[in-house]
Nanobody, 123 residues
């Protein structure tokens, strides 16, 4: 089992930036990829970004060009840099751990979830 601890959420004005961090511990040798999902009130949890063990990145269309996912293998930590934030980016952001890749990064394939961190973008 892998444990995930997130940090870095908060309140920011539209156009601003935030960086989220997710530190993994436990059986990290099982990692295929780590990523981020988000869930706004009344909506389903949706994919945001992921980075594989080979550093291959994947992004949702809604965040391409604004968000950047990266990792520090020595620290078992993944980061999500969010620029040009919009009010529609407001959500709880969850770190996710994958032990395999099914062809898409789906919530069904997530092995472990972080506790979530709130991101609020004011207009």
């Amino acid at each position: 089992q892998v444990q995930l601890v997130e940090s870095g959420g908060g309140l920011v004005q539209a156009g601003g930036s935030l960086r989220l961090s997710c530190a993994a511990s436990g059986r990290t040798v099982t990692t295929y990829a780590m990523g981020w999902f988000r869930q706004a009130p009344g909506k389903e949890r949706e994919f945001v970004a992921a980075i594989s063990w080979s550093a291959r990145t994947s992004y949702a269309d809604s965040v391409k060009g604004r968000f950047t996912i990266s990792r520090d293998n020595a620290k078992n930590t993944v980061y999500l840099r969010m620029n040009s934030l919009k009010p529609e980016d407001t959500a709880v952001y969850y770190c996710a751990h994958f032990t395999y890749y099914s062809g898409t990064y789906s919530p069904r394939d997530v092995d472990s979830w972080g506790q979530g961190t709130q991101v609020t973008v004011s207009s």
